[in-house]
């Protein structure tokens, strides 16, 4: 297993499953079978109403706690110290785990003070219910004042980065504040398996376009979590670490991104805070 690692010390495996839309008996079978195949991270959030049934995944796969990074988020209508604290505790009893491996802030929620936010996120870390903490949808401004007033050391941003869209520059202020970045909706939500330039230099290494965008992002030291929720596509989602795409392949997969590329257009506050 490879990993991305953050600047405060976290090692986090540069492949995830991601759970968002998993329900019931479906998520449970998948997490356990991409265990039982190898993939060694799972990424929940309380908002997808799935934690119980990783936590039943998690515990049938067999695989051992400690060899798991599980991350969980928390919402942000649960963003004031109080609610924080009870929303991390109820993840961890859905979950049944003693602590998550990321414990991270879903949204921005500008209604709510981010230091004191921040503050008790860092308590929740202090007192050992998380060993890692983050943010994800922090925009470039956002990621300089939660690093800033932070009291524990944030290790990730999680946020939308696939081959259609230019994240650049929030990227570069991940890797300037030492923060690893994990990638959502890493196939663009299955258009990745569809996109010409994908499957032509897919073809060149015998992988599909799919293969193709998520090398990409980890050949980059991006952390990427694609969900399936088809036990044939796990194995193949996976199977991105025994090829090399060249730099030119890197630059023209670099070249697809375009103005109307986001697939996750939603914000918690109602006003995209993107730029
Ligand atoms: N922090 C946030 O705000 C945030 C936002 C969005 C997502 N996330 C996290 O990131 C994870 C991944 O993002 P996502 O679920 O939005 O999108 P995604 O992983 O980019 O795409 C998932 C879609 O792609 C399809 N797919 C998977 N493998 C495929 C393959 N080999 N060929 C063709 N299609 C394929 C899946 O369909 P099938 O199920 O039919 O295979 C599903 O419809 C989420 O599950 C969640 O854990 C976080």
Not at 136 to 149: M, P
Not at 163 to 168: A, K, N, R, S
Request: charged share 25%; aromatic share 6%.
């Amino acid at each position: 297993m490879e990993f991305a690692v953050a600047a405060e010390g976290a090692r986090i495996p540069l492949l995830g499953l991601g759970t968002y839309e998993l329900r019931g008996r479906t998520c449970t079978r998948i997490v356990e079978q991409a265990l039982r195949l190898g993939y060694r991270h799972i990424d929940t959030a309380e908002m997808y109403d799935n934690e119980h049934e990783v936590g039943d995944g998690l515990r049938a796969s067999g695989v051992k706690r400690d060899d798991v990074f599980v991350t969980t988020k928390i919402w942000p209508s649960h963003f004031s110290p109080p609610s924080l604290e009870r929303a991390a505790k109820e993840s961890l009893v859905r979950l049944r785990l003693s602590e998550v491996d990321l414990l991270l802030l879903h949204w921005p929620n500008p209604q709510v003070p981010l230091a004191e936010t921040l503050g008790a996120l860092a308590k929740v870390k202090r007192e050992g219910l998380a060993r890692h903490i983050g943010v994800s949808n922090f925009n470039v401004a956002l990621l300089d004042e939660a690093t800033r007033l932070s009291p524990e050391p944030l290790a990730c941003n999680q946020i939308e980065v696939q081959p259609f869209l230019d994240q650049t520059k929030i990227v570069s202020a991940c890797r300037r504040h030492g923060l690893v970045v994990v990638a959502y909706s890493p196939i663009a939500r299955g258009q990745a398996a569809r996109d010409p330039v994908l499957i032509e230099i897919g073809k060149a290494h015998g992988k599909s376009p799919v293969q193709v965008c998520l090398r990409w992002l980890v050949q980059q030291d991006i952390v990427v979590i694609p969900r399936t929720a088809k036990m044939e596509r796990l194995e193949s989602n996976g199977a991105i670490f025994d090829f090399t795409l060249t730099d030119a392949e890197m630059e023209r997969v670099g070249r697809l991104a375009h103005p109307r590329g986001r697939v996750v257009n939603y914000s918690y506050s109602g006003t995209p805070q993107w730029d």
